[in-house]
């Protein structure tokens, strides 16, 4: 049941009662990171394409050079889709640079890429199948795709940083 299928005097309250809830007994941010990190591995090939990263990077195939940071890429598949993304952590900060392959054109102009941490949502719109995310907070983190409002797909939660 979705709140489209409440009365709006309902959703009213479920929201005050939310933040309520929110304000007087919040989840503790290690519980939040815990779930997160337990729905990454409902998908056993995102944890297969973790371990290979994390392989690579022992291995030293992962850039190193202190001025433009650490950086990795990831790939995120859904059906026809696919998202690359080479993440960039240097400083406080990383940027997210994406490029969205779409074989079937479910990602055609109208599309918006949305940027969700723990802390913040942000927003682009896809341009030319390309997307760019500066002054990304380290931590989790994970890439949306959009169209008028409805959800195309969404990655696992990686770690920029």
Do not use: C, N, Y
């Not at 941010?29 to 815990?34: A, G, I, M, N």
């Not at 990831?74 to 406080?92: I, M, P, Y």
């Amino acid at each position: 049941m979705s709140t489209r299928d409440l009365h709006p005097d309902d959703v009213e309250l479920l929201e005050r009662l939310g933040t309520i809830a929110e304000l007087v007994d919040p989840v503790p941010p290690e519980v939040l990171e815990l779930g997160r990190a337990a729905f990454a591995l409902h998908h056993a090939d995102t944890a297969l394409m973790a371990m290979a990263t994390d392989a690579m990077s022992v291995a030293g195939l992962r850039a190193t050079d202190s001025a433009r940071g650490a950086s990795q890429l990831l790939v995120f598949e859904h059906g026809a889709v696919s998202v690359e993304l080479d993440v960039t952590a240097r400083g406080d900060f990383g940027r997210i640079i994406g490029v969205v392959i779409d074989e079937e054109g479910t990602t055609a102009p109208g599309t918006s890429v949305v940027l969700e941490s723990p802390s913040s949502t942000r927003t682009v719109d896809l341009e030319d199948e390309r997307f760019t995310f500066e002054r990304v907070p380290l931590g989790l983190a994970r890439i949306a795709l959009e169209k008028s409002g409805e959800r195309i797909m969404s990655t696992t939660w990686f770690d920029v940083g």
